[in-house]
């Protein structure tokens, strides 16, 4: 009995340390990548509980490797864009200038229940109040309601223009083309912009251009 509590001790606080160690991300912030490890983390760390013939050590091992895993993983994705890509994928819209976009919701193999469920979550009922929707890499759904329907302040009252969604085209210092077609703007165009501003593409953290061509730019300076 006390063998299995010691057990049990030892494995929740490597447990513990490997969770601090991957970040304080909710579980429905989660990318893809990190709910994998997540879940692998809980199968494996359950096993020796359960099964006195499953070694302890080599428990802790393969939760020490799956976090160091997690984490080159987190480094690469911080330090290549392509590689974030590619784990993470891109955010997706799904309703665009208040039209649904269901080809995209054909490739996310998502329902317009799903659609309608998930603005309901947000407190929307009505469809036709949402402007823009775009399904995020981890799975969740943000929205831009159209501007008579946003809450009415100081900035907003005199404001009936249709909105629009940023886009960010540059990010750590390299030109991002999946946000291209979302805010019509071409690689030229990003590139005149930058030069018309006399600015370092490798010194830009993030430059966003909007499809009315307003941009917004922060450099390593101002960081």
């Excluded at 447990?15 to 494996?44: F, N, W, Y």
């Excluded at 050590?57 to 987190?74: N, P, R």
């Excluded at 799975?139 to 404001?159: H, R, Y």
């Amino acid at each position: 009995m006390l063998g299995m509590i010691i057990k049990t001790f030892i494995i929740y606080c490597t447990v513990a340390v490997c969770v601090r160690l991957m970040g304080k991300r909710q579980l429905g912030e989660l990318q893809p990548g990190e709910l994998v490890v997540t879940i692998l983390i809980s199968e494996i760390a359950a096993a020796p509980i359960f099964d006195n013939s499953v070694s302890i050590l080599g428990t802790i091992v393969s939760l020490l490797l799956l976090v160091s895993f997690e984490i080159i993983s987190s480094v690469l994705s911080m330090k290549s864009v392509r590689f974030r890509l590619l784990s993470e994928g891109n955010p997706i819209t799904v309703i665009r200038k208040g039209k649904l976009q269901l080809q995209e919701l054909k490739k996310l193999r998502f329902t317009i229940n799903d659609i309608l469920a998930a603005l309901r979550q947000k407190d929307i009922f009505n469809i036709e109040d949402v402007e823009n929707a775009i399904i995020e890499t981890n799975g969740t759904l943000s929205v831009m309601l159209k501007a008579d329907k946003q809450p009415l302040t100081p900035e907003t009252k005199n404001k009936k223009k249709e909105q629009t969604i940023p886009c960010p085209v540059v990010i750590d210092g390299r030109i991002v083309k999946t946000a291209f077609n979302d805010c019509n703007i071409t690689m030229d165009e990003v590139k005149k912009k930058i030069e018309k501003e006399k600015l370092n593409q490798n010194e830009i953290v993030l430059m966003t251009i909007d499809e009315n061509k307003k941009y917004y730019v922060i450099t390593k300076k101002e960081c």
